[in-house]
């Protein structure tokens, strides 16, 4: 019987196995397929996490240390893809695939989300180089520069509206003529000086070389004109899927209260409504989608999982 | 006018004001008297931040590329003493010592709370050199040693309890011959074989040399018996204050929603009952007291002031 069963190797994960195995836990699982570390991974450069700031260094890089850290007290590393979570009495089962099931006394899942790919050629190959799904995250490398924006939702514009104030210019870029845009936001997007509106268009391609992003061919719908942008950050903003798989019942609901947009329900304790059952990190509401604010939901998981142990021991 | 007034220059502040000032704000100032850092940097060895992992690094080295980090985006520096902060029409006027007035669109307060000291000789010498008030923090560097816990509360039991699964023994000194904590607690703490609890006992001195803490004497004060104890870790648990003073108003009261210790009412993306007041770190309710949390919690906010200035652009 584990004491705790981790889901996700992000730095939410690592953070609650850290906090989970150093405050005396033993026999505690991170369960993660390969190397874990999460999307923090594929970033070229890293500097909105404090404490560490070394231009030269890579996300990988970053993860290193996570990674001797938090494996050093005892956490153990399943490389198993867990497919469900089940509460079964007072305890709960993780099935693996395979079949192969693990008993736990609690779980705390840290499967993120995942930002959807637009599907545009180069996408890919400049992803972490030039492209990029977060404006708080990487705005700042453009600073008074011009980038361009792809998506028409909230969050596109909201995002859009972000990088307005750092950077020199936006493009945003949204393949139908309307915004579907809450009309307050799309009121004050169209006020912002900086900000340009290109509708009816798409990312043909993002071009670059082995430096990276060098620019955008965006074409017109319509007229299926393609214009050349000199532009070294392309955002992109199509939405996300939370990665809540694992919490799906046999009936298609899900074993713990979810939002409609997939997202968990937790409260400050990052307690669902299952007792024993945590969340940290991105797969969670109101989630910043941040390293040092999963972290530190990681590390309140963990916390609460203890002081959960304990009340029962 | 500043966008944003960041109180309190800890973990929480200065990655308030990072994800600030690197997220386009220009006019972000920080309010701490001496140098940022907080309570960490009197730390003599940190393991449980993600990411820094150096057994001979101390707090304060810890905190030597946060400050660069922190002010490297343009956050400034207000060395001065916060008295007050008061919401005026839409915006903040925050007062400092002298009189002189700020005006601010939105405040996060990050000025934490203290563990109380209990008062006994060599308490102050050995802070953070054996003597500890954070058994998740330091309660793993004691890993099969006997430690000494003072405090007969809530907390202190829990905290002895924490303790017993990482510790070879912990011995609870209190000073009354009942514990107030609830009868839970006491029940589990009873019957945990390694915690033996000593009452009606004082710890009269904490003993040492330059390699820090060696041995308590506890002293009964019934008897006036002292006994020596070698023991290298000793955690005191009398309570904190929260440092909320900056939030009341000339009746007494708090400006914004206060629980009856002390503590700030947040919600989960740190915002008061008041628009535009923000929290982050060891003021707001259920904080683990954790650098980690409290950066998470700096970055939330200042995001989240980011927003309610995009609002009301």
């Not at 050349?228 to 209260?257: E, Q, R």
């Amino acid at each position: 019987m584990l004491d705790c069963a981790i889901i996700g190797g992000g730095p939410a994960g690592l953070t609650a196995g850290l906090y989970a195995t150093r405050g005396g836990l033993e026999n505690v699982a991170l369960f993660e397929m390969g190397m874990p570390g999460g999307q923090i991974t594929q970033s070229s450069e890293i500097e909105n996490y404090p404490g560490f700031f070394e231009h030269d260094k890579t996300g990988m890089d970053f993860m290193d240390t996570w990674q001797k850290q938090c494996f050093h007290f005892g956490l153990k590393h399943e490389m198993k893809k867990v497919e469900s979570v089940e509460k079964t009495g007072e305890h709960f089962t993780v099935t693996v695939e395979g079949g192969e099931t693990y008993e736990a006394m609690t779980v705390i899942t840290c499967t993120g989300s995942v930002p959807k790919r637009a599907g545009f050629k180069g996408e890919d190959t400049y992803f972490g180089k030039g492209v990029s799904t977060c404006a708080t995250c990487d705005g700042f490398f453009y600073k008074n520069k011009p980038v361009t924006v792809l998506g028409g939702g909230d969050t596109a514009l909201e995002e859009a509206f972000f990088l307005s104030n750092i950077c020199s210019d936006v493009y945003v870029v949204h393949r139908r003529g309307e915004f579907r845009a809450a009309p307050p936001t799309l009121d004050r997007v169209m006020r912002k000086e900086n900000i340009h509106l290109i509708t009816d268009s798409v990312i043909e391609e993002a071009v670059g070389d082995a430096m990276g992003l060098s620019g955008v061919d965006i074409k017109n719908t319509k007229t299926n004109e393609i214009t050349h942008m000199d532009n070294t950050g392309l955002f992109v903003f199509v939405g996300h899927n939370v990665n809540n798989g694992v919490l799906k019942d046999d009936k298609g609901g899900f074993i713990c209260d979810v939002t409609d947009w997939g997202q968990v329900v937790v409260d400050l304790s990052m307690k669902t409504n299952v007792p024993g059952l945590f969340m940290a990190g991105d797969i969670r509401i109101e989630a910043p989608k941040q390293v040092v604010s999963a972290a530190g939901d990681g590390s309140i998981a963990a916390l609460q999982v203890i002081s959960y142990l304990q009340e029962l021991a």
